[in-house]
């Protein structure tokens, strides 16, 4: 998800389909945060994966996961194309 489920709550379809697991997506701006306050590593970027959408797609269109994998599938093939935005 581009956006924090912390600033703007998952799309409704989203939840929907997946229910509460959606508020586990973080956005990169989320992760970026999180391994800084590790301290375990400097100088993070975080980014949204190129084409992670169309990731999930080709992985449910391969997978045996009958349970949601229609209606998922449903839902990433309504949503733009990811792309990442550039943290400069």
Same mark, same amino acid.
């Given at each position: ?36 306050? /590790? ?8 980014? #949204? ?24 599938? /449903?839902?990433?093939?309504? #949503?733009?194309? /990811? ?6």
């Amino acid at each position: 998800m581009s956006t924090d489920p912390y600033v703007r709550p998952p799309p409704a379809q989203l939840t929907a389909l997946i229910g509460g697991e959606a508020a586990a997506w973080h956005a990169p701006q989320w992760w970026k945060r999180h391994w800084e306050l /590790t301290g375990l590593v400097t100088d993070v970027t975080a980014r #949204m994966q190129d084409g992670s959408r169309d990731d999930w797609i080709r992985w449910l269109q391969t997978s045996n996961d009958a349970s949601n994998g229609e209606r998922l599938l /449903t839902v990433l093939t309504s #949503m733009p194309p /990811t792309r990442s935005v550039s943290p400069w």
